[in-house]
């Protein structure tokens, strides 16, 4: 790795000390095994944030190399299933049906929510430039980030706009009804993480930044205790 890393806020790297895991915006080597690290976020992924003794050890390691290890032996008597991004256990057919279905349904939902996200920063696919920005309805009930001051729409011509715009005709044609074979760009999970990360750094520097408040730590939240 180069000495230092700049690496947004998309939890690309994360530490593990003890028993929480933490996620890294920048690190940067001071000798030996010992790390400089800025900006954490601490209790990753339903961990608990804890006091760490001086001097503990910690692994910083890329998200992207972690592999989840699942094996049917590791619960007796139950068959494993995944699908839609989810794994689960199940012990009958009615079970596996209605986990097929509920993942397809928010495998379909992510999607839509993603073309949403890319369409409200302005973002769309054209056939002649590949990139361009999404037709405003003046006066009707359409919505974006325009209509938040001080947002603005994301550059058509800047870093990442072919990314989200491909991912936008992906989920278009992927969701709302049957293709096949239709030659869309991939939506593959890594693909729509990619996507979400620029959406999400628009959001933070746009409509959240300029009034102190931190999107990802607004996302994490847990909700207000309450019925819903």
Known sequence: SPPLRQLGFSQAVLLFIGSEILSVESY??????????????RGRYGTTPADH???ARGWLIYRADLVALTHVAF???????RTGGIHALTETTPDWIALRCASNAMWEGRLVATRWLIDFIGIKADKATGVALRNRKIGQHDWDIENLRPGSYFNPSGPGSQTLADIWLGCTRASSHPTWKSGHPSVK????NAALEIVMNHLQRELY????HDLEALAMAAPPPGNY
């Open 28 to 41: 940067v080597a001071a000798g030996g095994t010992l790390m400089n690290v800025a900006n954490l976020r």
């Open 209 to 212: 930044g300029p009034f102190g």
């Open 75 to 81: 619960t007796t008597g139950q068959t494993t299933v």
């Open 189 to 192: 999970p890594d693909r729509l």
């Open 53 to 55: 003794a001086s001097g």
